[in-house]
C-alpha cells in the first residue's frame, strides 16, 4: 500500500480544445490507474490514484508528448492522501477560474479528416465541416471558457446518434470532440446570388467549384470570416476582382491545392515547407519562381508570393485538377475589417462578388488568415491572425493590464495572472468598422479569461482612437512612447534580463519631444529608455498625406538639401511640388520626423519613381524586391554628435542617390547600395555607443525590419562586430506587436513605481 499515491494535477497553457482530456483518459487507463479529469475554467484539472511508478510514468509522458496542438506552460502537482476511484472517468466541466488558462487557437484540418472527405465509402464524404479532436475551429466560435460544446456556437448542432456514439467512445479518435458533427447533424452550406438569395443547387461546394473555374467571384465563408475567392490562372477575374475591391496594387494571397503545386510557383526551403503543412496553415510570403506560371497582376512590383494550403474540408473540396490555384483575398473593403457576420458581408462585399458560398455556424470571433515570413530559416510572424492567436507569453508580474496598442495594424494584450494574451489583427482604427471590432473583442477577451484591469497601457499619441478611449477611463493609465513598445516587445519575446542597445525603425511614432520618430537608437530595459541616437530631423509636409504619396517625403528631402525637385519628380504636376515648398517656407502642416520609413519613401520616389501607394509600406517593399543581391558598396554618410545623441545625416546619402541616377545607375543597383548603407551608419553608431556604455546585446524592432534583406545584412554586420542580436518572431516587428510591448513595458514600470499614471511619457520613460 505504500507505493499507491494520489495526486491533484493542475494543467495550465493550451489545454482545451486540442484533445487533452481524451488523451489523459487514455493514457490513464493503458496504465492501469484511476481517478478523473476535468475543465475547470480554462485549466485541465486531474485527480490521478495509483501505483507510484505508474503515476510517474503517466506524467512523464504528459510532458514530453502532449496531444497535437497542446501547449502545457505549467503543471502543478498537490499530493494527497490516498483514495481509490472506481476506473478513470472524464466529468463533467465546471467553471472554477482561480487558476489561469489559454484560449486555443483554430486549427488547420487533419490528414485523416481529409482522407475522410475523399473515401466514397465514408460516411464524412465530401462533407464540408468535417473534423475531429485534432482540428477544426476553436477560437472563433467560444464564447466562454470552458470549452465545451455548450459554450461554442456548435451548441445550435445537436449531434445525431452516430456522431454520439463517437464522441462517447475512448476508442474513436472523436472521443470528446466538442464540433463532431457530420452532414446529417452539422452545419449546411448554401450558395446564393450577390444580392443573398438562395440558388437551387444540390452540392453547392461543387457548383461554387464550377464558377470558379470559369472566373466568377465568390464570397466564401470560413472558420473566421468571409474570403473573396477566384481562379488564381485568370487574369481578367483577378483585374475585376481587384477594381471591385478598389485594391489596384496589394499582393493577393494565394491558396495553392497541395505542396507540389505550391513548388510550382514558388521557391520552398525546409523551414517554409514546415510552416505551410503544419496545423496553423498560414499565409507564407514566398520567394517567386521565374517564368511565372500565374498572372503577374497578383503582386504586381514585388517579387515573392503570399501562399497557403487549404485549411478546411471545405477548402480541400473546392479544388479538382484544372483549378490548382485560388485568389483568397480577405472579404472586406480596402482598409476595414474581415467580413464576418452574414447581413454585414451580403451588404458590404454584394457589389464586388457574383456569388456567396455560406454555410449556418455563427463565426463568434473574427479572424483572419495569419502572415509569416523565413528569415534565416527561422518564423517571424508578421500578422498574427488565424491559427496564431491570441497568442501568449509568461511574464512574471501580478497585476492586470489592457495594452490598446497602435492605431495602424490594430491589436490588444491582455495581461493577466502573469501570461500576455496577445490578439489577433484587426485593422486599421481610423476605420470605424475596425474600431468597434476592436472594443468587442475588448470584452471577449476580458470575458474568455475573466479579468478585470487595473492599469490601462496606450500610446503617447493622443490623436490616436485607442489613447482617446484610454484617457476617457478612470485613473491607472500608463502611457508608452511607441518605439520604447516597440523595443520591449522584442526584450519580452527574448526574456532579456540585462539593458539592451535597440535599433527601432518604422515609420511614424510620436516622440517624447513631440517630433515623429521613426529612426531611433536607444538605450533601455522593459521599465525605461534613454535616446542616444536617431536619424537627422527633416521637416516633412502634408500630414497623413505626406505617408500616402512618397514623392512629398522625396520633394521634403530635396528642399531641405537645397535641391530643385521639379525634375527629379517630373510625374507630378509642378504646381504641387512648388506648394509643398511654399508651404514649408511657411511651416504649413509641417512636422519634423526622424523616420526611416519617410527616407525610404524618398528613395523610392526618386528610383522607382513610386509617388503614390495604394497599400501600406508600398514603396519600401518595391525597393526591397529590386534589390541586386551581390552589390556591396555602400554610399557616404555621416554621424555627428548633437546634444550627447548620436545623429545620422542623410545628405551624404541622397547625395550618392543623385549622383547614380544622373550616371544612369539601374534601380537594382542604387536600391543595393542604399539598403547597405542604412546597415553601415547603423552598426557604425551601435559601436560607437558601446565604446561608452559597454552593452553588447541589440535588439531590432520596428515595421521596417519587415525588410529581410535589411534584417539579414543588420544581424550578419552586428554579429561580425561581436554583438548579440535579437529580433521578435513570436510577436510581429511591426505595429501589430506594439500592444504586447506596451503591456510588458508598464507591467515593469508599476512594478517599479516608476511612472506617474496619465503623465505625457516624459515622466515615465526617462
Not at 550578419?716 to 510588458?744: C, S, V, W
Amino acid at each position: 500500500m505504500n507505493d499507491l499515491k494520489r495526486y491533484t494535477v493542475h494543467i495550465t497553457g493550451i489545454v482545451q480544445g486540442v484533445g487533452m482530456r481524451p488523451h489523459i483518459y487514455k493514457a490513464a487507463n493503458q496504465l492501469g490507474l484511476c481517478g478523473w479529469v476535468s475543465n475547470q475554467g480554462a485549466t485541465v484539472v486531474i485527480k490521478i490514484a495509483g501505483g507510484n511508478k505508474s503515476i510517474r510514468e503517466f506524467l512523464t509522458a504528459l510532458l514530453e508528448n502532449p496531444p497535437v496542438g497542446a501547449k502545457i506552460s505549467n503543471i502543478k502537482i498537490e499530493s494527497e492522501c490516498y483514495k481509490a476511484y472506481n476506473g478513470f472517468s472524464i466529468i463533467n466541466s465546471s467553471t472554477d477560474n482561480q487558476l489561469q488558462g489559454f484560449i486555443p487557437p483554430d486549427m488547420g484540418i487533419c490528414d485523416e479528416c481529409i482522407k475522410e472527405i475523399r473515401d466514397k465509402m465514408n460516411r464524412r464524404y465530401m462533407y464540408p465541416f468535417t473534423n475531429c479532436t485534432s482540428c477544426g475551429p476553436r477560437y472563433s466560435i467560444i464564447k466562454t471558457l470552458p470549452y465545451d460544446r455548450d459554450n461554442t456556437s456548435m451548441i445550435a448542432f445537436e449531434m445525431c446518434p452516430a456522431c454520439m456514439s463517437e464522441y462517447e467512445s475512448p476508442d474513436n479518435r472523436r472521443f470528446h470532440a466538442q464540433t463532431n458533427c457530420c452532414a446529417d447533424c452539422g452545419p449546411k452550406l448554401s450558395l446564393l446570388d450577390s444580392n443573398g438569395k438562395p440558388i437551387d443547387s444540390i452540392h453547392p461546394v461543387t457548383s461554387a467549384r464550377q464558377l470558379l473555374y470559369e472566373g466568377r467571384l465568390i464570397g466564401i465563408k470560413g472558420i473566421g470570416g468571409y474570403h473573396l475567392a477566384c481562379n488564381a490562372f485568370d487574369e481578367k477575374a483577378i483585374d475585376l476582382l481587384r477594381k471591385r475591391k478598389r485594391r489596384p496594387d496589394r499582393p493577393l494571397a494565394i491558396m495553392a491545392v497541395n505542396l507540389e503545386s505550391a513548388r510550382l510557383i514558388c521557391k520552398i526551403t525546409g523551414k517554409e515547407e514546415e510552416i505551410l503543412t503544419s496545423r496553423q496553415r498560414p499565409i507564407v510570403l514566398l520567394e517567386k519562381k521565374n517564368p511565372q506560371l500565374l498572372p503577374n497582376n497578383i503582386a504586381p512590383g514585388i517579387n515573392r508570393l503570399g501562399v497557403m494550403l487549404p485549411y478546411t474540408s471545405l477548402h480541400h473540396l473546392l479544388f479538382h485538377e484544372e483549378l490548382q490555384y485560388l485568389i483568397m483575398s480577405s472579404g472586406n473593403i480596402s482598409g476595414m475589417s474581415i467580413c464576418y457576420k452574414d447581413e454585414e458581408a451580403f451588404e458590404k462585399l454584394k457589389d464586388i462578388v457574383d456569388f456567396f458560398l455560406v454555410h449556418n455556424r455563427e463565426i463568434l470571433t473574427p479572424i483572419d488568415d495569419s502572415v509569416v515570413r523565413v528569415v534565416d530559416e527561422k518564423e517571424m510572424v508578421s500578422r498574427s491572425g488565424r491559427g496564431y492567436s491570441p497568442s501568449t507569453l509568461q511574464i512574471d508580474v501580478s497585476c492586470e493590464i489592457m495594452a490598446m496598442g497602435a492605431e495602424q495594424k490594430s491589436a490588444l494584450c491582455l495581461l493577466h495572472k502573469g501570461y500576455a494574451h496577445s490578439t489577433q489583427y484587426m485593422g486599421n482604427l481610423d476605420e470605424m468598422n475596425a474600431y468597434e471590432e476592436y472594443l468587442k473583442n475588448m470584452k471577449r477577451m476580458k470575458v474568455l479569461l475573466g479579468a478585470e484591469p487595473q492599469i490601462i497601457a496606450h500610446d503617447l499619441h493622443t490623436g490616436y482612437l485607442s489613447t482617446q478611449w484610454a484617457i476617457k477611463q478612470s485613473d491607472g493609465r500608463i502611457p508608452i512612447q511607441h518605439h520604447h513598445a516597440h523595443m520591449v516587445a522584442c526584450i519580452a519575446e527574448h526574456d532579456l534580463k540585462k539593458d539592451a542597445i535597440g535599433i527601432i525603425y518604422d515609420g511614424t511614432g510620436m516622440g517624447t519631444d513631440g517630433a515623429v520618430w521613426g529612426g531611433e537608437i536607444l538605450i533601455g530595459s522593459k521599465g525605461r529608455f534613454l535616446r542616444v541616437g536617431h536619424w537627422k530631423y527633416v521637416t516633412l509636409q502634408g500630414g497623413d498625406s505626406a505617408i500616402k504619396e512618397p514623392w512629398r517625403s522625396a520633394a521634403s528631402y530635396l528642399y531641405a538639401m537645397g535641391i530643385n525637385s521639379e525634375e527629379l519628380l517630373n510625374s507630378v504636376s509642378s504646381l504641387k511640388v512648388k506648394a509643398l515648398q511654399n508651404a514649408i517656407r511657411h511651416n504649413v502642416n509641417c512636422f519634423k520626423s526622424s523616420s526611416i520609413g519617410r527616407l525610404f519613401d524618398c528613395v523610392s520616389a526618386l528610383v522607382m519613381k513610386r509617388m503614390h501607394i495604394t497599400y501600406d509600406a508600398q514603396a519600401a517593399i518595391e525597393l526591397e524586391s529590386v534589390i541586386e543581391p551581390d552589390v556591396t558598396d555602400f554610399y557616404p554618410y555621416s554621424i555627428k554628435e548633437e546634444e550627447e545623441k548620436l545623429e545620422v545625416g542623410y545628405k551624404e546619402i541622397l547625395s550618392g542617390v543623385l549622383r547614380d541616377l544622373k550616371d544612369g545607375m539601374t534601380a537594382s543597383y542604387i536600391s543595393a547600395k542604399f539598403h547597405n548603407t542604412v546597415c553601415e551608419a547603423t552598426i557604425d553608431c551601435v559601436c560607437k555607443i558601446r565604446s561608452k556604455c559597454g552593452i553588447d546585446d541589440i535588439v531590432l524592432g520596428g515595421g521596417v525590419f519587415e525588410n529581410a534583406y535589411l534584417l539579414k545584412k543588420m544581424k550578419r554586420g552586428l554579429k561580425e562586430r561581436g554583438f548579440y542580436t535579437y529580433h521578435n518572431m513570436n510577436i510581429p516587428t511591426n505595429d501589430g506587436g506594439i500592444a504586447f510591448g506596451q503591456a510588458a513595458a508598464a507591467a515593469q514600470m508599476a512594478k517599479e513605481g516608476n511612472y506617474v499614471s496619465g503623465s505625457s511619457g516624459k515622466d515615465c520613460n526617462h
